[in-house]
Protein backbone atom coordinates (compact mmCIF):
# COMPACT_ATOMS: atom_id res chain seq x y z
CA UNK A 1 0.00 0.00 0.00
CA UNK A 2 1.61 3.14 -1.10
CA UNK A 3 0.70 6.25 1.57
CA UNK A 4 1.21 9.37 -0.67
CA UNK A 5 3.41 11.86 0.97
CA UNK A 6 2.92 14.05 3.88
CA UNK A 7 2.86 17.56 3.14
CA UNK A 8 2.86 19.25 6.17
CA UNK A 9 6.56 17.01 7.83
CA UNK A 10 8.31 17.69 4.59
CA UNK A 11 9.45 14.14 4.13
CA UNK A 12 9.10 11.26 1.52
CA UNK A 13 6.93 7.89 2.20
CA UNK A 14 8.62 5.12 0.44
CA UNK A 15 6.79 1.75 -0.06
CA UNK A 16 9.40 -0.95 -0.11
CA UNK A 17 8.89 -4.45 -1.73
CA UNK A 18 6.74 -6.14 1.37
CA UNK A 19 4.02 -3.58 1.19
CA UNK A 20 5.51 -1.70 4.32
CA UNK A 21 6.01 2.27 3.92
CA UNK A 22 9.54 3.94 5.42
CA UNK A 23 9.62 7.34 5.99
CA UNK A 24 13.17 9.13 5.26
CA UNK A 25 12.93 11.54 8.06
CA UNK A 26 11.58 9.69 11.01
CA UNK A 27 11.86 13.04 13.49
CA UNK A 28 10.27 14.84 11.02
CA UNK A 29 7.40 12.67 10.96
CA UNK A 30 7.02 13.32 14.57
CA UNK A 31 4.52 15.59 15.76
CA UNK A 32 4.51 18.31 18.61
CA UNK A 33 1.99 15.65 20.70
CA UNK A 34 4.43 12.70 20.05
CA UNK A 35 2.28 10.93 17.48
CA UNK A 36 2.96 9.44 14.00
CA UNK A 37 1.14 12.03 12.25
CA UNK A 38 -0.50 11.82 8.61
CA UNK A 39 -0.61 7.80 9.41
CA UNK A 40 -1.73 8.22 13.12
CA UNK A 41 -4.45 10.66 11.60
CA UNK A 42 -5.08 8.50 8.62
CA UNK A 43 -5.48 5.87 10.95
CA UNK A 44 -7.84 7.42 12.96
CA UNK A 45 -9.43 9.40 10.38
CA UNK A 46 -10.09 6.11 8.65
CA UNK A 47 -11.68 4.58 11.78
CA UNK A 48 -13.65 7.20 12.23
CA UNK A 49 -14.95 6.90 8.32
CA UNK A 50 -15.39 3.46 9.12
CA UNK A 51 -17.58 3.94 12.58
CA UNK A 52 -19.30 6.98 10.32
CA UNK A 53 -20.05 4.66 7.99
CA UNK A 54 -21.37 1.72 10.30
CA UNK A 55 -23.60 4.25 12.30
CA UNK A 56 -24.97 5.68 9.07
CA UNK A 57 -25.53 2.16 7.81
CA UNK A 58 -26.66 1.36 11.15
CA UNK A 59 -29.21 4.59 11.04
CA UNK A 60 -30.30 3.76 7.40
CA UNK A 61 -31.52 -0.02 8.44
CA UNK A 62 -33.24 1.66 11.58
CA UNK A 63 -35.31 3.75 9.21
CA UNK A 64 -35.78 0.96 6.53
CA UNK A 65 -36.94 -1.23 9.59
CA UNK A 66 -39.21 1.74 11.08
CA UNK A 67 -40.74 2.01 7.51
CA UNK A 68 -41.05 -1.45 6.90
CA UNK A 69 -42.66 -1.77 10.27
CA UNK A 70 -45.07 1.16 9.70
CA UNK A 71 -46.02 -0.63 6.27
CA UNK A 72 -46.94 -3.66 8.11
CA UNK A 73 -48.71 -1.76 10.83
CA UNK A 74 -51.02 -0.35 7.42
CA UNK A 75 -51.01 -3.77 6.09
CA UNK A 76 -52.36 -5.23 9.10
CA UNK A 77 -54.54 -2.45 9.67
CA UNK A 78 -56.10 -3.40 6.21
CA UNK A 79 -56.87 -6.73 6.96
CA UNK A 80 -58.09 -6.46 10.12
CA UNK A 81 -60.62 -3.85 8.27
CA UNK A 82 -61.57 -6.21 5.81
CA UNK A 83 -61.49 -9.07 8.20
CA UNK A 84 -63.94 -6.68 10.33
CA UNK A 85 -66.41 -6.24 6.84
CA UNK A 86 -66.17 -9.95 6.02
CA UNK A 87 -67.29 -10.66 9.37
CA UNK A 88 -70.10 -7.79 9.03
CA UNK A 89 -71.06 -9.46 5.81
CA UNK A 90 -70.64 -12.81 7.44
CA UNK A 91 -73.05 -11.88 10.25
CA UNK A 92 -75.51 -10.63 8.22
CA UNK A 93 -75.96 -14.11 6.11
CA UNK A 94 -75.99 -15.67 9.13
CA UNK A 95 -78.28 -13.34 10.20
CA UNK A 96 -80.60 -13.90 7.03
CA UNK A 97 -80.32 -17.47 7.21
CA UNK A 98 -81.14 -17.64 10.57
CA UNK A 99 -84.64 -15.91 9.58
CA UNK A 100 -85.05 -17.86 6.88
CA UNK A 101 -84.69 -20.83 8.71
CA UNK A 102 -87.02 -19.47 11.17
CA UNK A 103 -89.48 -19.10 8.71
CA UNK A 104 -89.45 -21.59 7.43
CA UNK A 105 -89.89 -23.53 10.67
CA UNK A 106 -92.70 -21.60 11.49
CA UNK A 107 -94.18 -22.69 7.88
CA UNK A 108 -93.81 -26.45 8.56
CA UNK A 109 -95.67 -25.77 11.92
CA UNK A 110 -98.83 -24.28 9.87
CA UNK A 111 -98.87 -26.71 7.57
CA UNK A 112 -98.83 -29.35 10.34
CA UNK A 113 -101.30 -27.37 12.58
CA UNK A 114 -103.26 -27.56 9.04
CA UNK A 115 -102.86 -31.23 8.79
CA UNK A 116 -103.78 -31.71 12.41
CA UNK A 117 -107.02 -29.75 12.00
CA UNK A 118 -108.07 -31.01 8.67
CA UNK A 119 -107.63 -34.81 10.39
CA UNK A 120 -109.44 -33.29 14.23
CA UNK A 121 -112.04 -32.13 11.59
CA UNK A 122 -112.67 -36.01 9.71
CA UNK A 123 -112.53 -37.60 13.44
CA UNK A 124 -115.25 -34.87 14.67
CA UNK A 125 -117.34 -35.46 11.32
CA UNK A 126 -117.14 -39.48 11.90
CA UNK A 127 -118.32 -38.62 15.40
CA UNK A 128 -121.50 -37.05 14.51
CA UNK A 129 -121.67 -39.35 11.33
CA UNK A 130 -121.16 -42.14 14.24
CA UNK A 131 -124.12 -40.40 16.54
CA UNK A 132 -126.29 -39.97 14.07
CA UNK A 133 -126.76 -43.13 12.92
CA UNK A 134 -127.53 -44.28 16.49
CA UNK A 135 -129.91 -41.33 16.72
CA UNK A 136 -131.50 -43.55 13.48
CA UNK A 137 -131.55 -47.08 15.14
CA UNK A 138 -132.71 -46.03 18.49
CA UNK A 139 -135.54 -43.99 16.53
CA UNK A 140 -136.15 -47.11 14.36
CA UNK A 141 -135.93 -49.88 17.00
CA UNK A 142 -137.04 -48.59 20.16
CA UNK A 143 -137.09 -51.99 21.92
CA UNK A 144 -133.86 -53.19 20.57
CA UNK A 145 -132.33 -50.67 21.44
CA UNK A 146 -133.42 -50.49 25.40
CA UNK A 147 -132.29 -54.37 25.58
CA UNK A 148 -129.13 -53.46 24.21
CA UNK A 149 -128.31 -50.83 26.81
CA UNK A 150 -129.92 -53.26 29.56
CA UNK A 151 -127.85 -55.76 28.55
CA UNK A 152 -124.43 -54.02 28.44
CA UNK A 153 -124.85 -51.78 31.51
CA UNK A 154 -125.39 -54.97 33.49
CA UNK A 155 -122.16 -56.44 31.85
CA UNK A 156 -120.31 -54.07 32.96
CA UNK A 157 -121.43 -54.01 36.71
CA UNK A 158 -120.70 -57.48 36.84
CA UNK A 159 -117.38 -56.90 35.83
CA UNK A 160 -117.34 -53.93 38.03
CA UNK A 161 -118.49 -55.83 41.24
CA UNK A 162 -115.90 -59.30 40.30
CA UNK A 163 -112.89 -57.20 40.49
CA UNK A 164 -113.95 -56.17 44.14
CA UNK A 165 -114.36 -59.59 45.34
Known amino acids: MSIPPNASNGGSNTTGTDG ?3 GS ?3 SSLGSTGSYGADSDMAMSSTGSASGSLKNN ?3 AGSHLKQAAGHAGV ?3 GAASAA ?3 MKVGKAQVKSELAESALSGIAAAEVAAAAGREQVDALMDKG ?3 LDSASELIRERPLASFGVAF ?3 WLIAK ?3 GSDR
Open 20 to 22: TSS
Open 25 to 27: NLS
Open 58 to 60: LGQ
Open 75 to 77: AIK
Open 84 to 86: GEE
Open 128 to 130: RDL
Open 151 to 153: ATG
Open 159 to 161: LAR
